[in-house]
């Protein structure tokens, strides 16, 4: 078992990678902001994992040793990120529906997210070093 398989820092990675891909979708959203009939899209990961966490499950977790154990309690398998486009409205006389100052505000929310992620991750990765015998 690796040190580094744990749920709390497989769901770090996931959120890490669902906020990359959801930077790269507000810069898309940006970079046609002039394209007519261009209909935003958004990425939705926080939503898919919130119903997977609310899903009736035991509210008790088996220790598995070996990852050929059978999941007793809460699945350990992270929901998929997936990009969503918004069809439905119309901002523009063009058709097109990016707001320029609401994606870039959702850009900087996705930063400060995607910071703090990464300064959890770092602060683990200390803890795990001081506890192994690093400096």
């Given at each position: ?105 959702l850009m900087a ?27």
């Open positions: 078992m690796s040190l580094l398989d744990k749920p709390s820092w497989n769901m770090m990675e996931r959120s890490l990678d669902a906020s990359t891909l959801r930077q790269k979708v507000a810069a898309n959203n940006i970079a046609n902001v002039d394209t007519p009939n261009f209909k935003r899209s958004d990425v939705a990961f926080e939503e898919l994992l919130q119903g997977q966490m609310n899903a009736n499950t035991p509210s008790i977790d088996g220790y598995r040793t070996d990852p050929r154990h059978f999941v007793i309690g809460k699945s350990t398998k992270l929901p998929d990120t997936e990009i969503k486009s918004d069809n439905s409205t119309a901002i523009n006389n063009n058709l097109n529906n990016v707001d320029m100052d609401y994606e870039m505000s929310k996705n930063q400060l997210k995607y910071n703090t992620m990464i300064q959890q991750m770092n602060s683990d990765f200390k803890k795990l070093r001081t506890v192994i015998g690093g400096r």
